[in-house]
Antibody
Framework: QVHLQESGPRLVKPSETLSLTCTVS????????WNWVRQTPGKGLEWIGY???????NYNPSLMSRVSMSVDTSNNHFSLDVSSVTAGDTAVYFC????????????????????????WGQGTLVTVSS | DIQMTQSPSSLSASVGDRVTITCRAS??????VNWYQQKVGKAPKLLIY???NLQSGVPSRFSGSGSGTHFTLSISGLQPEDFATYYC?????????FGQGTKVEIK
């Protein structure tokens, strides 16, 4: 069973950078994409972005100007930075593995590919406050 | 962005009931919908992917259906451990988005 665990500071000051790491165990970080999702009472679940094991990224346009992700395949972890944080960035942050389901059983350039989040970390509450 | 709207926002049901939750997409998304269950203080758990495929290890009382803009998650024979919040999520656009959640409470 793949296990994901978030780590990082729980309290960040406004205007500073929020930094989190997700460590993957019982599985390789290779061949998958690795996501960050956050949850607030007001906005619900919000996808932040993903990074492939190769290092390519895709970010939510609403956060793109402040978000950066990196991956360390040697140590099986990936990281999130959110710069210039405000109280609005206070949330529970989850890391999650992204996988594809191919109905045909394998990738096909002309076939459907369904993306899903199949493993999640337990989540960590990050509070932005002075 | 593709908006996902769930209804109802909450419902009360009894053990053994059949429960249906609806999710509507703001545009046609074929069958690119996943469903998750979240219990208080826990991470979401994948239940259904590609609208109707049951994730490994998930009880068969859970089922999903729909295509286009209208999707449903059904639970037949509600169990005590099913009281939780359920979310739909679209994977049609690479800007993944979630519904606002449906809380299933004990009547």
């Amino acid at each position: 069973q793949v296990h994901l665990q978030e780590s990082g500071p729980r309290l960040v000051k406004p205007s500073e950078t929020l930094s989190l790491t997700c460590t993957v165990s019982n599985g390789s970080i290779n061949s998958y994409s690795w996501n960050w999702v956050r949850q607030t009472p007001g906005k619900g679940l919000e996808w932040i972005g993903y990074i492939y094991y190769s290092g390519s990224t895709n970010y939510n346009p609403s956060l793109m100007s402040r978000v950066s992700m990196s991956v360390d395949t040697s140590n099986n972890h990936f990281s999130l930075d959110v710069s210039s944080v405000t109280a609005g960035d206070t949330a529970v942050y989850f890391c999650a593995r992204g996988s594809y389901f191919y109905p045909s059983g394998a990738y096909s350039p002309d076939g459907p590919a369904y993306y899903l989040f199949d493993y999640w970390g337990q989540g960590t509450l990050v509070t932005v406050s002075s | 962005d593709i908006q996902m709207t769930q209804s109802p926002s909450s419902l009360s049901a009894s053990v053994g009931d059949r429960v249906t939750i609806t999710c509507r997409a703001s545009q046609s998304i074929s069958d690119y919908v996943n469903w998750y269950q979240q219990k208080v203080g826990k991470a979401p758990k994948l239940l259904i992917y590609a609208a109707s495929n049951l994730q490994s290890g998930v009880p068969s009382r859970f089922s999903g259906s729909g295509s286009g803009t209208h999707f449903t998650l059904s639970i037949s024979g509600l169990q005590p451990e099913d009281f939780a919040t359920y979310y739909c999520q679209q994977s049609y656009s690479t800007l993944w988005t979630f519904g606002q959640g449906t809380k299933v409470e004990i009547k």
